[in-house]
């Protein structure tokens, strides 16, 4: 069976009118990702998380290198490889079930069926504010809002992008169960970027670490834990300790987050 | 129903912050809404009252004196009165009646001492001053033919900015969305721009086998510029990551545009729309004075041929009200459209 998602070698080199020239933000990376899987990209801020996961949703083209999806390299976006963005994308002249629809409809899998919006409403706790439009909302209610947009679509590959970055941990932690179950349901590939190594440990299977300027892969980490996964045993903490240790082997990362 | 929760609250929060106010003062603020009535009625017993200038109360041919004032002044006092009603019921109505209460009043003292300067003592002259009673006489005299020249105007008016709006939007949108557009469009705007759309009425005049065409030719084109700009800058503004995620959800160029383009430059085309506005009804105006032989502009400057000046004021009102009308009804779409700015800021 082919892999969900492969990067073959892959390269990105940004024009850079800023430094009058150009700047190598991804440089090498290889990578492969089985369907069904979930993943998780840890790295230092600017280290190309980011552009990895729109070049796989087909809205950078890589520079060098290959990227494919479902034995096809990738040419533009697709429904079927969703992404939650990291800066919110709401249409600003729709209300939060409005944008929904319009994911919904996008796709044609739009049926006019409202309770099905009702329940991603629910899942997000907003379903009080269906009506609301984006500026009306918390910055936490639109990452949720935003999250469960992409969810409603159900693509293959699902490409999350910081998705509970700006919520509160007991708000986040009742999302990242939910989207465990989401996951293993629809059995859907899942590639999300964090900078919480604990949510990176409790929900994914694999651990990219990432390494900055160029962005290359550093490490990859197997997370050999069966689910439902409990944050407070030894197996989760030993593997924490694992991946501070390998992020902090770097001088240059340190500095990074000095900045 | 959310909306009516928080106004409330706000009103509330005022009246808790603001300093409890005493009886007396309370009592005073009811009265002081009254004024403008009872100012209303001042305004009729100046008007039957005081007598007229010798010179024209002589000659009720040249000068007629009519009731028209008073019917304006009466309707205008039942409407402050009623008003009045409500506000003992209705807090809101009475803040806002309190709030308008200087402004009709200075308002009404201002209409009683240009009735006094003009009919009463002929301190201000005739023909260049006719008293207001002449001016809503000429208006009532006239109705039919002004009513008339509103729909000329209307339709004139409605033509030339409809056909401008739409050419105005798809060459925005278009040279907004696409840079082959704008490779071809954009020096066509450069050129076209800057020229006042008045600017072409001399030449309609000659060339347009029909100057009604070339008036709403002229009046489209004055359209047609700041909708582009608008549109253009609009689609322009329009945030990256709303066409990104459009795209993630498979929609194809098409429906980009319509579905994320245009909402997301609505904003922008609204303010072009209404810039649109003013600059047609100025060039309305122009092909009115100048060529075409029907609407508000016509019949002013044909008033102007016999000097009727009471008649050409009452067109200059008319005008007022009419324009008032058609921008509150654009101002109406805007909010209806943008709802969602309601409560931006
Ligand atoms: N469109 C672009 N044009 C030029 N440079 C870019 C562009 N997008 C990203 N970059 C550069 O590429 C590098 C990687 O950016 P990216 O957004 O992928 O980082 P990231 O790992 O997602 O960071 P963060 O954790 O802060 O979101 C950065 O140095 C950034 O300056
Ligand atoms: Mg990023």
Known sequence: MSA???????????????????????????????????????????????????????????????????????????????????????????????????????????????????????????????????????????????????????????????????????????????????????????????????????????IIVMSARPGRVREILNVPMSYPRNRASDDFTELRGKILKSMDFAGDIQQDYAI | MKRAERAMTAWELRRLESAPKSKL?????????????????????????????????????????????VYFAAAFGAALLAWFAVSLVSRRAHEKLLLKTPLYCVLIILLIAYDLMTLKTGKLKMPYFPWADRILLAIYEDRLMLLDCISHSLVLLFSGYLIGGAAGLVTGVAAGWSRRVSYWVMPLIRLLGPIPSTTWISIILVVASSLFGGSVFMIALGVWYPVTMAALSGVGNAQRGNFEAARTFGLGSARLVFKVAVPAAMPSIFNGLTQGMSVACTALMVAEMLGVESGLGWYINWQRGWAEFARMYAAVIVICLTFTAVNFALTLARRRVLRYQEDWK
């Open chain 1, 4 to 206: 969900a998602v492969e990067l073959k070698n892959v390269g990105k080199i940004f024009a850079r009118a800023d430094l009058n020239g150009t700047m190598a933000a991804l440089e090498d990376v290889n990578l492969s990702v089985e369907p069904g899987a979930f993943v998780s990209l840890l790295g230092a801020s600017g280290c190309g998380k980011s552009t990895l996961l729109r070049i796989i949703a087909g809205l950078e083209t890589p520079t060098f290198g290959e990227a494919i999806c479902g034995g096809e390299p990738i040419r533009g976006t697709d429904p079927r490889r969703g992404l939650v963005f990291q800066e919110h994308t709401l249409f600003a002249w729709l209300t939060v079930r409005g944008n929904i629809k319009f994911a919904l409809k996008g796709t044609k899998k739009y049926k006019s069926e409202r309770s099905e919006i009702d329940g991603w409403l629910e899942l997000a706790g907003l379903a009080e504010f269906a009506d609301s439009y984006p500026h009306q909302l918390s910055g936490g209610m639109r990452q949720r809002a935003a999250l469960v947009r992409a969810l409603a679509v159900s693509p293959d590959v699902l490409l999350l992008d910081e998705p509970l970055g700006a919520l509160d941990s007991f708000t986040r932690m009742t999302l990242q169960d939910e989207l465990a179950r989401l996951w293993r349901e629809r059995h859907s590939t899942m590639i999300m970027v964090t900078h919480d190594v604990d949510e990176a440990i409790y929900l994914s299977q694999r």
């Open chain 2, 25 to 69: 003062r309370r009592a005073a603020r009811r009265a002081a809404a009254l004024l403008p009535a009872i100012l209303a009625g001042a305004m009729i017993a100046e008007y039957k009252l005081v007598p007229a200038f010798p010179k024209y109360a002589s000659n009720p041919i040249a000068y007629p004196i009519s009731n028209m004032y």
